[in-house]
Structure formats: C-alpha cells, structure tokens
C-alpha cells in the first residue's frame, strides 16, 4: 500500500474510532485533499480523499466507496447505457477504437431518501482501466472538463456549482467524479475510446445512495460492479 493510501485509511479508521461515523464527500475539493484534512479550507480539518476515488479499480489502489459507506442492505443498483450503443462480444459490452460514447449511469432501487436534516445527497465514481491499471481512453464530465487537458485544482472552489450537470473531474482526472447536487439519481459524461490495439479494458463504476447531505456516510447503500469491455 502506497503512503497515500496508508494515510487515507489512517486518517478515515481514526476519524470512525473518534466519532462513531465516517464523514462523506460533499465539497467538490474532498477528492484530493490530503487524507490528514486541511486549516485553510472550509470546513477545517475534514479529511480527504487524497486522489482515491473508491472505484475499486488499481488507480484506486482497490479501494472501494464500500470501505467507507458501511452498514448498507445491498438494496441498489444501476444501468450503463452508452450512446452509440456498445457492440457485443461474445456477450459481453465492446468498444470500437476511437469511437465517442456518451454514458449515462442511473441508480435504481433507491431507498434510502432524505435523512433527519432532509439531504438526500448520492454518489457516482466511475473508472476506465486497461490490463496496466491505467486510465484508458479520454473521458469529459458533462461539466466540460476533459482529461486530455485536466486541471489540476479544482474547479468549483469558491465557485457555485452548474445547475444541470452531474460529472466533472480534476487532479490527475483518472476517473469521473459526481457533482454533489442534492437528489442526482443518473450522471452522464462521454469517453472516446482509446486506439486501436489497447486490448480489453474494464469499467469500475461505485454508485452511492445517500441519506444525509454528506455529514455521515453510515447506512449508505452501495453497489459496486468491475464490467468487462472488450476491444472490437
């Protein structure tokens, strides 16, 4: 386990010993600030993700939304549906090369709905990975950014956040990050696949349904799915 992730799960097991709950990740900043919280940012000293996304995929060191997102009924899932339509082989979902898809992942069975203070904030966190474990293939959050030009802060400090989009990303952009607007049940982003000859990949996607507005993430329900896409 790299630092980073040593750090994370340090900071996140102590925080639960300390409070009884683990805080979620509301604030578009929280994906990579350092797991050991930051003074200069609102609210201080909240722990962050420091990069790890919880895919589940090996850019997220296998860490999953489920380490954090406890004590939920396994209740929900969720639809990947590409537009062009993903071709089959042998049964399985296949991507042309350098083909554009826009994909949209919808949660179904939510059940969880609004909690005692009325947030009902969910959450989407999806990854594409060759057989290295690397990002693969060009993804852009319905938000406008694109990982073939990620910026690196984030772009919503300070900053209201757009009505109407789901998906953004920043950092070193390796996977798509929801927008944590209250009640999203789908996000949306599109992805070019990569060259011809890059192999078969898979597609890590963590979907969260909320029951607060992101002050604990117990209870959560979550699903968790690492799909094959197969070269055409």
Not at 66 to 81: P, V
Request: glycine residues 14%; hydrophobic residues 40%; contains cysteine.
């Amino acid at each position: 386990m790299t630092m980073a992730a040593t750090a994370a799960a340090t900071a996140l097991g102590t925080l639960a010993l300390i409070t009884g709950s683990v805080l979620a990740f509301p604030f578009t900043s929280s994906w990579h600030l350092p797991a050991s919280g930051e003074t200069n940012v609102q609210p201080r000293n909240r722990a962050g993700a420091e990069g790890l996304y919880g895919t589940g995929g090996r850019a997220d060191l296998g860490i999953r939304c489920s380490h954090c997102h406890i004590k939920g009924e396994g209740l929900i899932d969720f639809t990947l549906a590409a537009q062009p339509a993903f071709a089959k082989v042998g049964g399985e979902d296949a991507y042309i090369p350098g083909q554009r898809y826009t994909i949209t992942i919808t949660m179904t069975g939510e059940h969880r709905g609004p909690g005692p203070g009325g947030g009902n904030l969910n959450g989407m966190a999806m990854t594409i990975e060759n057989a290295a474990g690397q990002r693969s293939g060009t993804f852009v959050g319905d938000a406008g950014q694109s990982s073939a030009s990620c910026p690196a802060t984030d772009p919503y400090t300070g900053v209201q956040l757009p009505a109407g989009k789901t998906t953004f990303l920043y950092g070193d952009c390796h996977g798509v990050l929801f927008l944590p607007h209250q009640n999203l049940r789908a996000w949306t982003f599109d992805w070019t696949a990569p060259a011809a000859g890059s192999g078969d990949l898979t597609m890590f996607v963590a979907v969260v349904d909320g029951d607060t507005g992101g002050d604990s993430s117990l209870e959560d329900d979550v699903v968790e799915r690492a799909l094959p896409l197969r070269e055409m």
